[in-house]
């Protein structure tokens, strides 16, 4: 077993570097964006990776838009949301607009009477 120390790892193509088997299979890749956001008052970025902007679209509905786009809208988007106090919230890739490459929509919403909410933490992972 061998063991890799290095400061930054580089794809020698355009895309992110991938994992591989013994036999060249790939078994993984990294997350190719992540998004840490307010969703309250004046909605804004926290911090980010792959991520250059933002829309509130109103109570609990986001997009979030890509810096380098995915290569298609079959990508897995995972998300959480939480604030003090607040139990039963959810956050979901929303199911009532088209995926596209570019962006991803983004709903908060409380499970107990399944009505959107502005929460003030909220992550979401995109992998492809």
């Known amino acids: ?33 992540w998004i840490q956001f307010n969703g309250t008052g004046t909605v804004s970025i926290r911090e980010s990776f792959n991520f250059s902007s933002l829309t509130d679209n109103g109570t609990g509905d986001y997009t979030a838009n890509f810096t380098n786009s995915m290569a298609d809208a079959n990508y897995c988007v995972v998300g959480m949301t939480s604030e003090s106090g607040t139990p039963n919230r959810c956050m979901v890739q929303r199911d009532d607009s088209t995926p596209v490459n570019t962006s991803v929509r983004l709903g908060v919403f409380a499970t107990s009477s399944n009505t959107n909410i502005d929460q003030e933490f909220n992550s979401a992972a995109v992998f492809r």
């Open 1 to 33: 077993m061998s063991t890799v120390k290095a400061a930054n790892l580089q794809n020698t193509g355009s895309g992110a570097p991938t994992f591989q088997n013994s036999s060249g299979t790939e078994i993984g890749q990294l997350c190719k964006a």
